[in-house]
Structures are given as structure tokens and as C-alpha cells.
């Protein structure tokens, strides 16, 4: 018998067995624990009326915990009404069946498409707003001409995936002053793609709390889950002063500990990103190192040749019409070692006037590789291409590394060394982790980090070229004394 099919969030056919509809769904079950952490983050408030929204509601695991704790008194009332939203015909049976047990609340079980909906519900206020919202979202990319980005538009949501897609709206269905709890991928504190919703969030309210958790996966320990995940407490219609920040090593919450940290600190006043970073540690970023690449006029870009593009003019070994072509693979622990690097890469790219534009002029170069692998150390990893060892007047750059130089020309030979060791440092890796969650480094990152000045950095260049070789002791070290 074929298996039967069912209709996913992005509109397409898929089995429906438990592993290939969560799959097609972008489905993680949240535990019973974490649950009831979510749950227990709501502050008390003394309201007349509950209204909670649950955007897809899986089994109902987050309403019902939700529920106990209204039925424990920490609102002060005794029933809530209730909007559960579910796609998954197979969740649904479940659902029904776990909010059937709570007959003393008003349960609204809605079948469907969120996003359909939600969109109908806010163009045409059909909807009473909620004072709470829960979810734990699905996770999976919209296309950027899909029915879904459309319908987001409509309600001045721009964004790429359907958590923050769920977490947006759930944000447009909250009264004032009400609150929304979701765990979520740490993605959308950074990067390009998430700044439409970083924005849509601060200008609807404030970030009351965010939780971190020591482990990537630990979260969903019962998935295949790679992203590392948040949860974040917003409350709509508030001015952001404060955020509390909470850590545990993983979903028992055994050791669990906070700290307080001034919004203008997670969120940087004068940053056009509005990236949010995330104090992981009770260490403040040094005050020696105020500088940013503007206020140094160096300039960080991506790589600009993109292989696939440039085929045709590719070269396995150089020969007398080439230039070095550089790639991640380039670098090891010694630095660089052009051009014997990965041997399915070319080490060489032909210098004509097709290939011009693309090409740097031969100079000192820091540059930080834009993948690191989980098993790292280090999400950044930097190396410098000091100019002696290019034996040509052009260098090629791979789109896989992040390239420091000034107006496309090379940096000081001091000056890339000391950013090398700076960027090395486990100052700046704990900086980089607040505020990125994945293993990708972007160009734009690393333009948001803050630097020592010229001076320093030239300070540190010249102590490091003394040294035969550079621990990670030896850079924090270093850093801890400079002054």
C-alpha cells in the first residue's frame, strides 16, 4: 500500500510517517522540562483574562504545561482561553485528545495553515489579541517568492524562515504589554537575512530574558538538531531597559544560573545590524579595545572569486600565466602553505582581463576562514598572506575567506599580524559567541566586533613576528597584560 500523504507548511506532498513529516514540517517536539521551564519564565500578573496563542501546538505539550501553571494560581485566575494551532494531521488526534483533559479553559483547536490565517487575522481583525503566546516554531527556510513570503509581506513581515515567521506574527496577535515565550534558533540575533526581524521585534517591544544552553543539541536531545537554540521571553509595547539572562549546561536545568546585562549592551545603540549579543560570561569586553574597522579604515569582504563562475580559467598547479588562488585549505595550523593545499582545489587562477576585476594586488592580508567546523576550538580562525611569500604581483582570493585589507590593497606587515593574533584570541571568541550561534563567520561579524587601536595592534604584530611559534596561552596572555 503507498504511503499516505499529507499537505506541509510550504503547500507540497510528503509521507506521512513520523520521521518524514517532521521533517517536511520543520517539526521538534519540545520535552515535558523544557516546557515547563518555558512556562515558569511568564512573570505573575494579575489580569482579569488569559488569552494564550499556541502556534503550532504539535501535541500540545506547551498549552497544557501553560494551563497547570494558571490552575497553580501564578496569574491570578483560574481558567484561560485558549488558540492552538496545528498543521500535522497526525498531531492533531493527539491534541485534541491532551486539551480534552482541560474542560475548565475555553480550547480552540484551529486546523491549518498559521501563517494563512494569522495574515487574514491581522489585515482584518478578526482576532482578539492575546495576552500570552507560546511556541516552540517549526524550522525551515520560505523561498523568497514562495505563497508564504508573500502573505508576510502583506502584514510588513520580511523574513526567511518559518520560526521567525511564527514568532513575528505571534508578536502582531499580543495585546499590549503581553508576552511571548519561544525557543528558537540563535540565527536571527545576527546576520543579514534575520535584520527585518530583528527590527520588526524592537520596534514592537522589548527582549525581557534570553536562555542559553550549553549544549548545541541538547534542547531537542530526541532530534537530529544541529542549530543551536534560545529561549527568549518579549514582552509587546514596552521600552527595552534591562535584560535577564539565564544559562543552563542542558535541559535539566540543574545549574542553572542569570545575570542581568543593560539592553544597550545586548543590543549596541549606534549598530544599523541591531545585532544582539548575548553575555555568556561574567567578563566585560576589555575597555582597551574600543575600536571598530571604520574608525581603523580597514575594510573586511568576502572573497571574490566564486569558483563555479570563474571555471573555465581555474588551474590545478600554477605555470607562467597564473596567480595564486587562495582557499581555506591553504592555511594549517604552521600558516600558509600555497600551493599545497586541499589537492581536489586549484591553487592558481589565469591573470587576464576577464579575471582582473576579481584579483587583490599583492600585499599583507589578514584573513579569517567564513566556516569552522563544530569540533573547533575557535569559531574564528585567522591567518595572515604576507606578501614575500606571493611570488606574483596579484593574489586571488576563494568566496570561502574573509579578507582585512584597505581599499583592496594590502595592510601594513604589522598591522595584518596583529589583527591575525587578536582575531585568535579567546577574548574575541567569546565576544564572536555572543551574538553568533552557528559556525558560519560573515564579513559582517567581523565588522561588528571591536578592536584595539593602531597602535596596539601594531604592537602585537611586532611582538608576534619574534615568536617561532604562537599558543592560544601565549595570545590571552599577552592580551591580559597589554595596556
Partial sequence: MPAKLVTTAIGSAVPASATATKSALGQFMTSPAVADFMAGMFPPAKLRSLSLLDAGAGKGVLTRTFLA?????DFGVKRASVSAYELDVQMLESLRRNLQREPSNKVKIVSGDFIERAVHE????????????????????IGSKSHHRKLLREVGIETVNLY???????????????????????????????????????????????????SRSEAFSDDDVLQENVIILFQRGVRPTEVEVSFSSDSTFFDLR????????????????RMIHIPETADAFPAKFDSSLAQLKIQVSTG???????????????????VPLLYPGHFG?????????????????????????????????TVVRRFS??????????NVVA??????????????LNVFHRGRHGLAKYLAIGLMVYLNSSVIDTCFRSFNGHTQVNATDLKALLYPNEERLMRMGKWAATKPALSQSMIDDYLRRMK
Fill in 69 to 73: 501553571r494558571v490552575q497553580q494560581g
Fill in 333 to 365: 595550523p604552521n600558516g600558509l602553505r600555497w600551493p599545497y593545499g586541499n589537492p581536489k582545489k586549484p591553487s592558481a587562477i589565469v591573470g587576464n582581463d576577464e579575471t582582473e576585476k576579481w584579483l587583490y594586488p599583492n600585499g599583507n592580508y
Fill in 387 to 400: 606578501e614575500e611569500n606571493i611570488p606574483s604581483d596579484k593574489i586571488g582570493f576563494e568566496n570561502h
Fill in 258 to 273: 542569570s545575570s542581568r546585562a543593560l539592553f544597550n549592551t545586548v543590543v549596541r545603540p549606534n549598530d544599523p545590524e
Fill in 304 to 322: 571574490p572569486i566564486v569558483d563555479f563562475r570563474l571555471k573555465q580559467h581555474l588551474r590545478k598547479a600554477p605555470d607562467s600565466s597564473t
Fill in 373 to 382: 567546523s563544530k569540533e573547533e576550538r575557535r569559531r574564528i580562525v585567522a
Fill in 122 to 141: 491581522i489585515k482584518h481583525g478578526e482576532s482578539p489579541l492575546h495576552s500570552h503566546a507560546i511556541l516552540n516554531p517549526p524550522y525551515k527556510k
Fill in 164 to 214: 521567525s515567521a511564527f514568532v513575528g506574527l505571534s508578536v502582531l496577535l499580543l495585546k499590549q504589554e503581553g508576552y511571548l515565550c519561544a525557543i528558537i534558533p540563535r540565527s536571527f540575533c545576527n546576520g543579514p537575512y534575520y535584520r527585518p526581524f530583528r527590527e520588526l521585534l524592537f520596534s514592537k517591544g522589548a527582549i525581557r530574558r534570553i536562555h542559553l544552553f550549553g
